[in-house]
């Protein structure tokens, strides 16, 4: 059999892009290796009521285990009905997001079902029956592609790294009542607390606005958060690591080596150099645009636009242009 | 308590990497410990400070090179090192397996590993491990408190944060955090040298995913400068709009 299972991620009962790009891999190497595309999705119950929109990505059956005590994220009870599935499956290969729940479960899945991983993938071809994928190290200095001696090939994909193609699958969604044994949890989520309504992970925005020391001070993210609010949804604020090791921003914004890797379709950097660090985290972003007073910045060198001049006369006007212009569309 | 901490060398951070064939080239890049690893060293640190007994044990897997990591550690403040010598590859269940066959009969309450390698960048070592030898896991920890037998760990998610709490014994995969690192004094490093770095062969596994290729990322196009300025802005968003279909 050659068959390939994603695994889905639904939040409120949602299915963003994450889940759709998965899919999107996981109909694209079904089709090279001649077998069908399955969708496997965790929640709680009612979670499976907008799980039919994956068939437009390729998903031919979508099942959707529900659980009262499935509706948020617990690796303990995922990593057993996840490996259980794959399990039953018998699948050439597994796709999940590189999302924060992605990075943490599809290790757990592999050791579970002792075959290897390659995670944070930015393409997936196969050869010859084989899954082959090509993954940024080195942060993103290098690329590295690695073929698969087992199956099933358990991959997680980068966010934003694919376009997942428009399919007309069945997208039948079948649900099944998973056993959950909540008093054998061992890690349990004591609080939850959202930065702010609507807010986007840096990693996985589709533009994202970040800012670096030529900021100056932090209460000046108030022109950054202009421009990420001129630029509409799905943006996230992003960091320099040195402001970040200064205390203005939080780690999670860190973009770069020991913060996060990006790959947005549209990147600013405001008032960053560039350091080697840096671009390495970003360097895939589809598009950049750089704002530096020097015009000798090593960011200029990877930007596909940039500016020289003041940010602070530069960023509000850019804000400005971009809120007229989204609102004439 | 007694902790274990896993760790690698890698090479350094701000290192220019350039690739050779198969590999990378090493000849005048700096090495260190991957900074992920240095930050769940000084956790631990921490955590033997403020109880005021137990042990920190270093371990790693690699070849004899690593003991330069080692004793780096050691020169922070750990107890001990122990050396898995072994090939690293990709296939980080191998790795995993390697360390979870020397960690499985250790009845430290907490291992404690860097979220992620610094080189090969593959996050997964520390949750395999986890699984391997049964304990649970958190991963993405800033800073955690030990208290009745259980980890507090706090941790960054998309968009907000979470305070998790795991029994123990359990493996946290450290990520950075309120505490840097701390740098190894004269003192510390005269002291490390005495301290016990053990060295026993690993058992490594065939590795099941193989290095086909290693190639620099493809250069980016030429890019260009708009202008000077605010005035340069109508054009920047033309361009965004009309040539990179980004608005």
């Given at each position: 059999?050659?068959?390939?299972l994603a695994?889905?991620?639904?939040?409120?009962?949602?299915?963003?892009?994450?889940?759709?790009?998965?899919?999107?891999?996981?109909?694209?190497l079904?089709?090279?290796?001649?077998g069908?595309?399955?969708?496997?999705?965790?929640?709680?119950?009612?979670?499976?009521?907008?799980?039919?929109v994956?068939?437009?990505?390729?998903?031919?059956?979508?099942?959707?285990?529900?659980?009262?005590?499935l509706?948020?994220?617990?690796p303990?009870?995922?990593?057993?009905?996840?490996?259980?599935?794959?399990?039953?499956?018998?699948?050439?290969?597994?796709?999940?997001?590189?999302?924060?729940?992605?990075?943490?479960?599809?290790?757990?899945?592999?050791?579970?079902?002792?075959?290897?991983?390659?995670?944070?993938?930015?393409?997936?071809?196969?050869?010859?029956?084989?899954?082959?994928?090509?993954?940024?190290?080195?942060s993103?200095?290098?690329?590295?592609?690695?073929?698969?001696?087992?199956?099933?090939?358990?991959?997680s994909?980068r966010p934003?790294?694919f376009?997942?193609?428009?399919?007309?699958?069945?997208g039948?969604?079948?649900?099944?009542?998973?056993?959950?044994?909540?008093?054998?949890?061992r890690?349990?989520?004591?609080?939850r607390?959202s930065?702010?309504?609507g807010?986007?992970?840096?990693?996985?925005?589709?533009?994202?606005?970040?800012?670096?020391?030529?900021?100056?001070?932090?209460?000046?993210?108030?022109?950054?958060?202009?421009?990420?609010?001129?630029?509409?949804s799905d943006?996230?604020?992003?960091?320099?690591?040195?402001?970040?090791?200064?205390?203005?921003?939080?780690?999670?914004?860190?973009?770069?080596?020991?913060?996060?890797?990006?790959a947005?379709k549209?990147?600013?950097?405001?008032?960053?150099?560039?350091a080697?660090?840096h671009?390495?985290?970003?360097?895939?972003?589809?598009?950049?645009?750089?704002?530096?007073?020097?015009?000798?910045?090593?960011?200029f060198?990877?930007?596909?636009?940039?500016?020289?001049?003041?940010?602070?006369?530069?960023?509000?006007?850019?804000?400005?242009?971009?809120?007229?212009?989204?609102?004439g569309? | 308590?007694?902790?274990?901490?896993?760790?690698?060398?890698?090479?350094?951070?701000?290192?220019r990497?350039?690739?050779?064939?198969?590999?990378?080239?090493t000849?005048g890049?700096?090495?260190?410990?991957?900074?992920?690893d240095?930050?769940?060293l000084?956790?631990?640190?921490?955590?033997?400070e403020?109880?005021?007994?137990?042990?920190?044990?270093?371990?790693?897997?690699?070849?004899?090179?690593?003991q330069?990591?080692?004793?780096?550690?050691?020169?922070?403040g750990?107890d001990?090192?122990?050396?898995?010598?072994?090939?690293?590859?990709?296939?980080?269940?191998?790795?995993?397996?390697?360390?979870?066959?020397?960690?499985?009969?250790?009845?430290?309450?907490?291992?404690?590993f860097?979220?992620?390698?610094a080189?090969d960048?593959?996050q997964?070592?520390?949750p395999?491990?986890?699984?391997?030898?049964?304990?649970?896991?958190v991963?993405?920890v800033?800073?955690?408190e030990?208290?009745?037998?259980?980890?507090?760990?706090?941790?960054?998610?998309?968009?907000?944060?979470?305070?998790?709490e795991v029994?123990?014994?359990?493996?946290?995969?450290?990520?950075?955090?309120?505490?840097?690192?701390?740098?190894?004094?004269?003192?510390?490093?005269?002291?490390?040298?005495?301290k016990?770095?053990?060295?026993?062969?690993?058992?490594?596994?065939?590795?099941?995913?193989?290095?086909?290729?290693?190639?620099?990322?493809?250069?980016?196009?030429?890019?260009r400068i708009v202008?000077?300025?605010?005035?340069?802005?109508?054009?920047?968003?033309?361009?965004?709009?009309?040539?990179?279909?980004?608005?």
């Amino acid at each position: 059999m050659a068959n390939v299972l994603a695994f889905v991620e639904q939040r409120d009962g949602q299915f963003g892009s994450a889940a759709r790009e998965a899919v999107g891999v996981a109909a694209s190497l079904a089709e090279s290796l001649g077998g069908s595309v399955h969708a496997l999705a965790l929640g709680a119950p009612g979670a499976s009521a907008s799980a039919g929109v994956l068939g437009a990505v390729g998903a031919e059956v979508i099942a959707v285990g529900e659980h009262e005590a499935l509706g948020e994220y617990n690796p303990e009870a995922y990593v057993d009905i996840v490996a259980d599935r794959i399990r039953e499956g018998g699948y050439a290969a597994v796709i999940f997001a590189a999302t924060g729940l992605g990075k943490d479960l599809a290790p757990r899945v592999a050791a579970r079902l002792d075959v290897p991983l390659a995670t944070d993938v930015t393409s997936v071809d196969a050869v010859g029956g084989s899954v082959s994928v090509t993954r940024p190290v080195f942060s993103g200095k290098a690329f590295a592609t690695l073929e698969f001696d087992a199956a099933p090939a358990i991959v997680s994909i980068r966010p934003n790294a694919f376009q997942p193609a428009e399919r007309s699958a069945a997208g039948g969604v079948e649900t099944f009542a998973p056993a959950v044994d909540r008093s054998a949890w061992r890690v349990r989520v004591v609080e939850r607390k959202s930065a702010s309504e609507g807010a986007v992970d840096v990693a996985e925005a589709s533009v994202v606005v970040s800012g670096g020391r030529g900021m100056k001070e932090p209460s000046n993210w108030s022109l950054l958060e202009g421009l990420r609010d001129a630029l509409g949804s799905d943006v996230a604020l992003g960091a320099s690591r040195a402001v970040v090791d200064a205390g203005w921003r939080p780690h999670g914004e860190q973009v770069g080596q020991t913060g996060k890797t990006v790959a947005p379709k549209l990147y600013f950097a405001v008032g960053i150099s560039g350091a080697i660090q840096h671009l390495a985290g970003m360097r895939t972003a589809k598009t950049i645009v750089a704002i530096n007073r020097d015009a000798d910045a090593p960011i200029f060198s990877v930007a596909d636009y940039g500016i020289v001049g003041d940010l602070f006369e530069v960023v509000p006007r850019l804000a400005e242009e971009i809120a007229a212009l989204k609102a004439g569309d | 308590m007694n902790v274990i901490v896993c760790v690698k060398r890698v090479p350094d951070t701000e290192a220019r990497i350039r690739v050779d064939g198969a590999g990378i080239e090493t000849s005048g890049i700096k090495y260190d410990m991957s900074p992920y690893d240095a930050f769940a060293l000084e956790a631990a640190l921490r955590l033997k400070e403020a109880a005021g007994d137990g042990e920190v044990v270093l371990v790693t897997l690699g070849d004899t090179s690593s003991q330069e990591t080692l004793r780096k550690g050691l020169a922070m403040g750990a107890d001990r090192a122990i050396l898995l010598t072994g090939e690293v590859t990709f296939d980080g269940l191998a790795t995993a397996k390697a360390l979870a066959a020397e960690l499985e009969g250790s009845d430290a309450p907490l291992f404690l590993f860097g979220i992620k390698a610094a080189d090969d960048d593959q996050q997964q070592v520390g949750p395999m491990v986890a699984t391997l030898t049964g304990r649970p896991c958190v991963t993405g920890v800033s800073s955690f408190e030990v208290a009745d037998g259980k980890a507090v760990c706090h941790r960054e998610v998309e968009g907000g944060s979470e305070v998790i709490e795991v029994d123990l014994p359990a493996v946290l995969c450290m990520t950075k955090g309120p505490n840097e690192p701390r740098l190894a004094a004269l003192k510390g490093i005269m002291a490390a040298k005495k301290k016990p770095l053990e060295e026993k062969p690993a058992v490594v596994a065939e590795p099941r995913v193989r290095l086909t290729a290693l190639v620099e990322p493809p250069a980016r196009p030429e890019g260009r400068i708009v202008g000077e300025g605010p005035g340069a802005v109508p054009e920047l968003v033309r361009l965004l709009r009309e040539e990179a279909n980004a608005l």
